[in-house]
Each structure stands twice: as structure tokens, then as C-alpha cells.
């Protein structure tokens, strides 16, 4: 006769439960941002959550555009039943509750169209609320979609994404206020380094160049100097610049010579910031995109075999192929 605790499922059972925990892997996030508006992150966003979902992932695409949100128009629809408000002011216990769908398989939204208009201005209690939350969220990518400028909540959501993209234009003030949302990104990065070294962080960054001197210092020699004077800031320093996965997307090219701003911007970066920041791509300026929006339909979607879509396509997997080797890595490490 078998004892019960010979049978079989009940040794399957207990195999079961003797077996360790996983928790479920949270969400990649990445983050959508800029230093101005009108450099297409809406557009960007909207089309990497459409190429991710093509790619069998589930992804959730949040507008985190405080008091402009209008990435509901770049996916063709006019909002949800609910919006980001809705969570912030406490009508929705659980951040899934305020996600709609989009039409798109395995493509959803967080909308903020609709918000109230203090939006703009949330509590730090609220945005502490939703970086708690934002890898909550039932998916296996997030995008968040930033507004334009250098706010600390601005800031914050972007230093929380796993990767960081930056979209710039080939105009003189696109570039310049990239480079000054880089370094506004940097400097709340080592927010929490020894005091010391953040005041002389922020007083370096604080110069402006002189014409006849030429630049009067950069991130990159005041971490050689920690590196003498006090190693160990130093460590600190070059650790928490490291782990930043920053990205640069020339966005609206129209002449070849455009293609060579992302890499002018990359050795400029390593040179002044002392971090590697890599060139994604480029896209290209297409009239298609002002049809797609007319008609109200998500551009990729539309045209799936245009040039853009193309360039998004490659630039998503390489995102992808870069969080999976992460994962791999860790996974080694355990």
C-alpha cells in the first residue's frame, strides 16, 4: 500500500513548496527626456511602446508631461476613462487600475489628458507615490514620457528609468539645452555623494566659458583631482556616473551632415561630464508622421515599413539586447 506520502502528487507538492520564492521581475523602465519642447519625445515614446508591443512584450506607457500631456495623440486616441490624476488624488488604490487600453495589443496608457491643472505642480508626497509604484505596474516595459526642462520631478523620473534616452534636434538650441539637461541629470545624480564633493560639483558646473580661456574645468578633472586628494569620494563618484545608462537620439534629421551631431555629442559628454553616454540613432524628418497624427493613428502602426519605423525598430532592440544582457548578468552573479 503507498503512505500518502509517497504518492505522487503529493511529493510534487511538497517539492512545491520546499522550492524558494522568485518574486516576479519587476518592469524595465525607460525614460523619454529633453531639455526643451518640440523635439519629438511624445512622437519617441509612443513609437517605442508600439515597436516593443510588436515585439510580444506588454507595455504600459505613462505621460509623466506635468500640464502638456498629449501622448494620447501620438497613439491616435483621445484619452481613457481615467487619468494620472485619478491615482495621484487617491480615486484608484492601485496604479493598474488607472491603465487603459490603446487599441494596440499588448500596448497600453497612462494618460494625462484631462488633468487637473495643478498636476504640474504634484506634492513631493504624490511623486514619491509614484516612484514607489511605476515598477507595480502589470507590464514588462514602462516608458515614461517627460515634459520639457530641468524640475526636480523632471529630473527624479529620469534618474528612476533603467535607461535613459535624450532626444535632441540639429539646432543650436536644442543641443544647448541638451547639454544643459544632461548636466542638471548629473548633478541630481550625486545629490547624495559627501557634501564636499557636491558643493565643488556644483560650483564647477556653475561656470560659464570664457571666449579667451576656453572651458575653466569639467566633471571629468575634478574626479581625477578627488581621485587624489580623497579616493574614496572619487569611487563614489565614478560609481554613481557608471551606473547611468544615457542615450542620445537625434531626432528631425534632414541633411546627412545632421547623422554626425549624436556623435559630437557623445565625445563632448565623455570629454566635459567624465560618463559614457552612447549615440542610439537618428530619425529622420518624415512628412508621414504629420499624416499619421491628422488621421489620428499611431505612426508605426501606419507605416510600418517606412525608414522611421525601420530606425525604431533597430533602436528598440538594441535597448532590449542591452536590459537582457543586464538580466543574464545578474542572474550569473547570484
Not at 297 to 311: E, M
Amino acid at each position: 500500500m503507498v503512505e500518502p506520502k509517497d504518492k505522487p502528487e503529493v511529493r510534487k507538492a511538497n517539492a512545491l513548496i520546499q522550492q524558494p520564492c522568485v518574486e516576479a521581475a519587476r518592469p524595465r523602465v525607460w525614460a523619454v527626456g529633453g531639455g526643451k519642447g518640440g523635439v519629438g519625445k511624445s512622437f519617441i515614446s509612443a513609437s517605442m511602446g508600439v515597436a516593443l508591443a510588436k515585439a510580444g512584450k506588454r507595455v504600459v506607457l505613462v505621460d509623466l508631461d506635468l500640464g502638456g500631456a498629449n501622448l494620447h495623440t501620438s497613439l491616435g486616441i483621445r484619452g481613457g476613462r481615467f487619468t494620472l490624476s485619478d491615482y495621484l488624488g487617491g480615486k484608484a488604490h492601485d496604479i493598474n487600475q488607472v491603465v487603459d487600453e490603446t487599441g494596440i495589443e499588448r500596448l497600453r496608457l497612462i494618460s494625462g489628458a484631462g488633468d487637473a491643472l495643478n498636476i504640474a505642480n504634484i506634492q513631493y508626497f504624490q511623486k514619491a507615490k509614484l516612484l514607489r509604484n511605476l515598477t507595480k505596474l502589470d507590464a514588462d516595459y514602462v516608458i515614461l514620457d517627460l515634459g520639457a526642462g530641468t524640475s526636480f520631478n523632471t529630473l527624479d523620473f529620469f534618474l528612476e528609468a533603467d535607461q535613459g534616452l535624450v532626444s535632441v534636434t540639429p539646432d543650436p538650441g536644442s543641443v544647448e539645452n541638451t547639454y544643459r539637461f544632461l548636466k542638471c541629470v548629473l548633478i541630481r545624480r550625486l545629490r547624495d555623494v559627501p557634501r564636499q564633493a557636491r558643493e565643488g560639483i556644483q560650483q564647477l558646473m556653475s561656470r560659464r566659458r570664457s571666449s579667451n580661456a576656453g572651458m575653466v574645468g569639467t566633471l571629468a578633472d575634478f574626479v581625477e583631482e578627488m581621485s587624489r586628494l580623497k579616493p574614496s569620494v572619487a569611487s563614489i563618484l565614478r560609481r554613481e556616473l557608471n551606473t547611468l545608462k544615457l542615450h542620445i537620439i537625434v531626432n528631425q534629421v534632414l541633411e546627412p551632415s545632421d547623422t554626425d551631431l549624436g556623435r559630437s555629442m557623445q565625445m563632448a559628454c565623455s570629454r566635459y561630464f567624465g560618463t559614457q553616454i552612447s549615440y542610439l540613432g537618428f530619425l529622420h524628418h518624415d512628412r508621414l508622421v504629420l499624416k499619421a497624427l491628422q488621421q489620428r493613428r499611431p505612426f508605426l502602426a501606419t507605416f510600418p515599413q517606412s525608414r522611421l519605423a525601420i530606425h525604431f525598430d533597430t533602436m528598440v532592440a538594441s535597448l532590449m539586447a542591452q536590459d537582457e544582457g543586464e538580466s543574464v548578468s545578474a542572474g550569473d552573479g547570484i
